[in-house]
């Protein structure tokens, strides 16, 4: 996988996002070392809804809402 540092990913972000979705991805090193990574966007990764996710823990005990918060604030966000 391609490597490039921040400095790099700063001056071309849009070159960069393009090649990694060319190229099946990139790393992004800050002083030698990786931080983060760039993969090209698939439908799986999308994963499930918050709200259909299963609960973890202690969150099963808490008391359940009515409604699914996540797509209010999904629609709130698209307003700005």
């Known amino acids: 996988m391609m490597e490039i540092t ?3 990913l700063h001056m071309k972000t849009g070159d960069w ?3 990694a979705a060319r190229s099946g991805g990139l790393v992004v090193l800050d002083r030698r070392l990786p931080v ?3 993969l090209p966007f698939t439908e799986g990764a999308q994963g499930k809804n918050f709200g259909e996710r ?4 202690g969150f099963a005990a808490l008391p359940r809402i009515g409604h699914d918060s996540t797509r209010y604030l999904s629609e ?3 307003r700005a």
Not at 54 to 57: A, D, E, R, T
């Open 17 to 19: 996002v393009r090649k």
């Open 76 to 78: 709130d966000r698209e």
């Open 36 to 38: 983060a990574m760039i």
């Open 54 to 57: 299963p609960l973890v823990g």
């Open 6 to 8: 921040i400095r790099d």
